[in-house]
């Protein structure tokens, strides 16, 4: 964190994730956004979480190749068989 500190900068903080993924009612989003407009170091925390939030994001939608996908498949019918037979 850079440098944040006060109850205002703690509050836009402790519910920053729930801010950028707009899960807030509208009267604490418009307090959040009024407070990261003005906070210098909040303002870059949120950016910083944004761009993180983006890319992981991305990264999700990615589509494992199908050769990978039957492995997985196989392994974990074998897991499921090994726990079946060994009860």
């Known amino acids: 964190m850079n440098e944040c500190d006060g109850p205002d900068c ?3 903080l402790e519910n920053l994730y729930l801010f950028i993924d707009h899960e807030i009612d509208n009267a604490s989003c418009a307090e959040i956004q009024s407070h990261i407009d003005e906070c210098t170091p909040c303002l870059g ?3 910083l979480e944004r761009v993180v939030k983006s890319l ?3 990264s999700c939608s990615e589509v494992a ?3 990978l996908r039957q492995k997985v498949l196989v392994s974990i019918r074998t897991v499921q068989v090994t726990e ?3 009860s």
């Open 56 to 58: 992981v994001s991305r």
């Open 45 to 47: 925390e949120y950016e």
């Open 84 to 86: 079946d037979t060994s």
């Open 65 to 67: 190749p199908e050769v």
């Open 10 to 12: 703690e509050k836009a």
